[in-house]
């Protein structure tokens, strides 16, 4: 990110999300950087109130400016006839796409970890992607960055107790009527069950395969 950057921060209130932002708020003097925060309220539970709530109460406190959306994502849903999981991802990104150009934002720093990139390639193989797919995430991808994309949800969870801070837990995470839940519930635990080091395997497989694709893209782009 270069000095002087203005950034906008999507801050779900989840621990990925909180940790993001207090590690990005530390340094923003240092880097000269000047930070907007964004939180998306799906509607899909009552505690998602309480949510917006604990992240304004949070960018208060960080003395952070503050912009907030709230859809019915299961109506729009029904409406669209799509993937209650794809509707919720496409609406929260155009939020955010929509947010960094009115607030005049060069980028919007995601929470994304190292488990996340993990559990992205399983939900693609298990889709049926191809190798573009199976590339995962970047840590750079277009407008967005994943500053934590090299860091464990282990580590993640020990700077937050290290520094004092409370995060909410969405408790929809755990239901595994969504296919990501199950991967990352019942799928990766059974593998880490033949392999302990499977996410940081599985991880590093994507840091490979986006080489790889960056090698091919050069290629034909000399041709």
């Not at 488990?115 to 049926?128: P, V």
Request: proline fraction near 2%; include cysteine.
């Amino acid at each position: 990110i270069p000095s002087g950057c203005r950034l906008l921060v999507a801050v779900s209130g989840g621990a990925d999300s909180v940790a993001l932002l207090s590690v990005l708020h530390s340094l923003a003097d240092v880097h000269e950087l000047s930070l907007e925060v964004a939180h998306f309220d799906n509607a899909l539970r009552s505690s998602s109130v309480a949510d917006a709530t604990f992240v304004r109460n949070l960018c208060t406190d960080m003395n952070l400016p503050l912009t907030t959306e709230r859809r019915d994502v299961a109506a729009v849903a029904r409406e669209r006839k799509g993937n209650l999981e794809e509707v919720a991802r496409d609406l929260r990104r155009a939020f955010f796409q929509s947010t960094a150009q009115k607030l005049d934002c060069q980028l919007v720093a995601l929470g994304h970890h190292l488990d996340d990139q993990a559990e992205t390639l399983m939900h693609r193989l298990l889709r049926g992607a191809g190798t573009t797919g199976l590339s995962g995430m970047r840590m750079r991808e277009g407008l967005f960055v994943r500053h934590l994309l090299s860091f464990s949800r282990d580590q993640i969870r020990t700077y937050l107790d290290t520094h004092g801070l409370a995060w909410r837990e969405d408790e929809t995470n755990r239901d595994v009527a969504f296919t990501r839940n199950r991967v990352r519930h019942e799928l990766l635990p059974l593998m880490q069950a033949f392999n302990p080091n499977i996410v940081n395997q599985l991880a590093g497989l994507c840091e490979q395969m986006q080489q790889d694709e960056d090698c091919w893209a050069e290629l034909v782009a000399a041709e």
